[in-house]
């Protein structure tokens, strides 16, 4: 039977965009999720009275992103979160306003040096841990990159690979001598003519799902759930993607799902790509939605949220003060916080059960906000395998999967292991011309 010219596997965002955008240029194109549901880990679900984000809260606005939600008439529905709203640091149970006024002037003097320090020689790839150390101190590591790390990545800063994590701020040293230098130099000189993106934290009115259920409502009928692919095969100079009780063909694939899922399903065509797969991590992660009265605060909460400065201990990575950002999604009188727990520096902790979620949880909010009294849990979610990691030889792992599409003409790898982890990334990669 004759196929569609191209298959996207996996309906998260960077499935949906990239069928989108092969469609918009007339591409004859089939969408296969085995989900029920568009949009991977970017969920939102309403639960007694809240409107809850099951992954991503919100998302940076990006030109393209703002782009896509016009298109697919949903600028009406964006809203922004205050971006003079404050952002906190958890230290041994104390709050720090960013840009961290309680660091040392020994500290800040350190951080002001970068850039009269010598460059680094090449001697192999460093961790991300030892680069902000070395280029800015030990403080500014421990204070600065490791809550972030720990919070956005529900990474190790001392695993994470700097040239593959953060690429700019490597080159920017390689080819000025200094961090701040090489930032300010590759500042455009002149403004961009094109309109000011807004300001403050993009979502939607019902939440971040109706991106992708817009984009799949486009699709129509060139969007199936409920398939689960198992492999793809070569089917003479195209392909033959088998899943769901069938076989389809196609000139080419797309292979738009987690990493794990992509070594799955390319184990028999190209093994040196599934083992690179299979090597990134993706830690397990608690996202646990917990509820307080308003009164249980000594004081209203204001933020966008806080990290907390890793520890062995405690397995907190930090938390978005959901019901500052947006009010309406926690019905009157009550505070609505979304905590994350576990992540690379504590595995299997997300796999705790409730009670345990909930008590961390309390210890955590008691501690650092004040709360006195225990969270009503709303929700907990549970990601065997959350957030790809940009560990050590990443970038081989992405070189071997550049191979195996040079190899293998039809065959692409997109997703959040590839090209950055946020949803402006995602979509921006998704919808390059790169197949």
């Known amino acids: 039977m004759s196929g569609p010219r191209t298959i996207v596997v996996g309906a998260g965002l960077s499935g949906l965009v990239r069928a989108r955008t092969l469609a918009a240029a007339g591409e004859d194109v089939l969408l296969l999720e085995r989900g029920a549901e568009p949009g991977g880990v970017v969920r939102t679900v309403e639960q007694d009275g809240f409107l809850l984000e099951l992954g991503p809260n919100t998302v940076r606005p990006t030109a393209r992103l703002i782009a896509l939600a016009g298109d697919l008439g949903l600028a009406g529905e964006m809203v922004f979160a205050d971006p003079k709203l404050p952002r906190f ?36 790839e460093e961790s991300a841990y030892d680069f902000v150390a070395r280029r800015f101190g030990g403080g500014i590591a421990k204070y600065a990159l490791e809550p972030f790390v720990s919070g956005i990545y529900a990474g190790d800063a001392r695993l994470l690979s700097a040239e593959a994590a953060f690429p700019k701020i490597v080159a920017a040293e390689r080819e000025h001598g200094s961090v701040v230098r090489g930032l300010l130099a590759s500042r455009p000189k002149t403004e961009p003519k094109a309109a000011p993106l807004p300001k403050g934290l993009l979502s939607f009115r019902r939440g971040l799902s109706a991106l992708p259920r817009a984009i799949a409502a ?56 599934s083992r690179a797969l299979a090597e990134m991590a993706a830690p397990s992660l608690c996202v646990a939605h917990c509820a307080w009265p308003a009164d249980a605060f000594a004081r209203r909460l204001s933020g966008f949220g806080h990290l907390l400065v890793p520890s ?10 959901t019901s500052a950002l947006f009010p309406d999604r926690a019905p009157a009188g009550t505070v609505l916080i979304t905590y994350f727990l576990g992540g690379r520096r504590h595995p299997g902790a997300a796999a705790r059960d409730d009670a345990a979620i909930a008590a961390a949880v309390d210890a955590d909010a008691r501690r650092a906000l004040g709360a006195r009294t225990a969270p009503r849990l709303v929700r907990t979610t549970r990601y065997d395998a959350a957030i790809p990691q940009y560990e050590a030889g990443h970038r081989a792992r992405l070189e071997t999967l550049a191979e195996a599409e040079r190899a293998l003409p039809g065959l692409a790898f997109i997703g959040n292991f590839r090209g950055g982890i946020s949803v402006g990334d995602v979509v921006d990669n998704a919808a390059g011309s790169r197949r």
Not at 312 to 321: D, R, Y
């Open 218 to 273: 486009g699709l129509g009928e060139r969007f199936r759930s409920g398939v689960e692919v198992e492999r793809i095969e070569r089917a003479g100079a195209g392909w033959r993607v088998i899943g769901g009780g069938e076989a389809l063909s196609a000139d080419s694939v797309v292979l738009a799902g987690s990493a794990r899922a992509a070594a799955r399903m390319v184990a028999g065509v190209a093994p040196e790509a």
């Open 89 to 124: 640091i958890e230290d041994g149970g104390r709050l720090r306003k960013i840009p961290f006024p309680a660091l040392s002037p020994w500290t800040l003097l350190r951080a002001a040096a970068e850039p009269f320090l010598a460059r680094r020689p090449s001697t192999g």
């Open 312 to 321: 062995e201990e405690e397995i907190v990575l930090g938390a978005v003060w």
